[in-house]
């Protein structure tokens, strides 16, 4: 059974597909960043703009988000073709123009799988270590 999941979890990181030839996640894993952001713009898709999608893992992951690295991190998944975006008026009076209204791709779905499913098979049979009560 151990050797059954070391072999998963190595399909999954190498990209393999167990000897059909069919090679999976070709772009790579999701870094843990690249999936909040992604997550946070799925959160509320009718308001996914920049500075409510920093707010929205500010608030949900307990953590200050620097603009420097949610912007470069924004056009990283957009280059990736992971995120797109329209052109949207501003949500509120205070905000002047158009604004970017951020969306996931289908290749950015793809993604969040497969990050997924590759950290389910490296936690696989480790609940009783992770849910361990700290002593």
Do not use: C
């Amino acid at each position: 059974m151990v050797a059954s999941a070391v072999y998963n979890v190595y399909s999954i990181v190498h990209n393999v597909d167990h000897g059909r030839g069919i090679v999976v996640g070709s772009k790579g894993f999701l870094g843990e960043f690249e999936q909040m952001v992604l997550l946070a713009i799925l959160q509320h898709p009718d308001r996914a703009f920049a500075l409510e999608v920093r707010r929205e893992i500010e608030e949900s992951a307990g953590r200050s988000v620097s603009r420097g690295a949610f912007y470069t991190t924004l056009e990283r998944l957009e280059r990736k073709g992971l995120v797109g975006w329209t052109e949207a008026p501003a949500p509120s009076p205070g905000r002047a123009g158009t604004l970017r209204r951020y969306s996931v791709t289908p290749e950015g779905l793809d993604g969040l799988r497969e990050s997924r499913r590759a950290m389910d098979a490296l936690a696989r049979g480790l609940d009783h270590v992770i849910d361990r009560a700290a002593t």
